[in-house]
């Protein structure tokens, strides 16, 4: 596709269950990020993906929280055991490259309520 | 880690006039970019700063990197209707791991009334 495309665009889930968000990047960008935005406030970046690989997985606010990403491509942020703190618009950026000329392409994100 | 102050919080102006919005960060960053977010969308980059003290316009925005590198501006000018969003700073850093990560500000609620 033209964008970023991230399924599914809204998930009301209840209170510990576990869900998977997606995140389909641009054809062709080697790197891909995770942000998250509570209501009202800034992107608060969870984790980057160079290719497989995670060099940076700092934001992730808990070990409830996982994501991987295969053949360069397809990325999923897994958060197990949902708690209310969790719901926010999980944003899921991509690059043609990690770098400072290489800007980032934001999806419409993941809408996540927790109940 | 790296914080940035993002002011205003929100604008309310008269379509026309002209808007200045800025971000300062505790520490220096390499790339100041700025994004716009619509409703329901994410964050689109209107312009991208590379250069301390560089001065960048993209139709009637302009964005300055400050020298520092610890600052940035953005302005509106002769503000439209279509301008409405949330406006948001963000800046990146060579180093490390930190290398692909941008650290955003809080954002500015722009509201123009016809």
């Known amino acids: 596709g033209a964008g970023v495309s991230q399924s599914p665009s809204n998930k009301v889930t209840e209170k510990g269950k576990d869900v998977e968000l997606r995140c389909d990047p641009i054809s062709g960008h080697t790197a891909l990020y995770w942000y998250r935005q509570r209501l009202g406030q800034g992107l608060e970046f969870l984790i980057y993906f160079q290719g497989n690989s995670a060099p940076d997985k700092s934001g992730l606010p808990s070990d409830r929280f996982s994501a991987e990403r295969t053949g360069e491509s397809v990325s999923t942020l897994t958060i197990q055991r949902t708690q209310q703190e969790d719901s926010a618009v999980y944003l899921c950026?991509?690059?043609?490259?990690?770098?400072?000329?290489?800007?980032?392409?934001f999806g419409n994100g993941t809408r996540l309520t927790v109940t | 880690g790296q914080q940035l102050n993002q002011s205003p919080q929100s604008m309310f102006i008269q379509e026309g006039e002209d808007v200045s919005m800025n971000c300062t960060s505790s520490s220096i960053f390499n790339t100041w970019l700025w994004y716009k977010q619509d409703p329901g969308e994410g964050p689109v980059l209107l312009i991208a700063?590379?250069?301390?003290?560089e001065l960048t316009s993209n139709g009637r925005l302009t964005a300055q990197f400050g020298i520092t590198r610890k600052d940035s501006f953005l302005n509106i000018s002769a503000s439209i209707p279509s301008d409405v969003g949330i406006y948001f700073c963000a800046g990146q850093y060579a180093g490390g791991t930190s290398y692909g990560k941008l650290t955003f500000g809080q954002g500015t609620i722009l509201t123009v009334h016809p």
């Open positions: 950026a991509s690059s043609y490259q990690t770098g400072l000329s290489s800007p980032l392409h």
């Open positions: 700063l590379y250069k301390a003290g």
